[in-house]
Nanobody, 122 residues
Framework: QVQLVESGGGLVQAGGSLRLSCTASGRTFSNYAMGWFRQAPGKEREFVTAISWSGGDTYYADSVEGRFTISRDNAKNTVYLQMNSLKPEDTAVYHC???????????????WGQGTQVTVSS
């Protein structure tokens, strides 16, 4: 199991940007695929993006493609989510997740962080 701690959330106006970070401990981070999910009030948790252990493969939900970018720094045990052109509908708690298998990350079956709130005002 890996312990995950997210940071970087906050309040931003529509059209603005935020960068989320997720720092891992407890396992060899470089062996883990990582991802981000989000959960808006009254809605189910939904997949946002994922990245392979090497960073060579990335996947995005259609709703964020072209606006969000996932990246990782294995030397810092950290994965990032750069969010640009934010919209009010991006408002949610963003959760970091990780697992040794990328398909398990995409399916939402990995280890989870507590989440960080992102609020986009119109």
């Amino acid at each position: 199991q890996v312990q995950l701690v997210e940071s970087g959330g906050g309040l931003v106006q529509a059209g603005g940007s935020l960068r989320l970070s997720c720092t891992a401990s407890g396992r060899t981070f470089s062996n883990y695929a990582m991802g981000w999910f989000r959960q808006a009030p009254g809605k189910e948790r939904e997949f946002v993006t994922a990245i392979s252990w090497s960073g060579g493969d990335t996947y995005y939900a259609d709703s964020v493609e072209g606006r969000f970018t996932i990246s990782r720094d294995n030397a810092k045990n950290t994965v990032y989510l750069q969010m640009n052109s934010l919209k009010p509908e991006d408002t949610a708690v963003y959760h970091c997740t990780g697992d040794s298998a990328l398909d398990r990350v995409v399916a939402g079956w990995g280890d989870w962080g507590q989440g960080t709130q992102v609020t986009v005002s119109s």
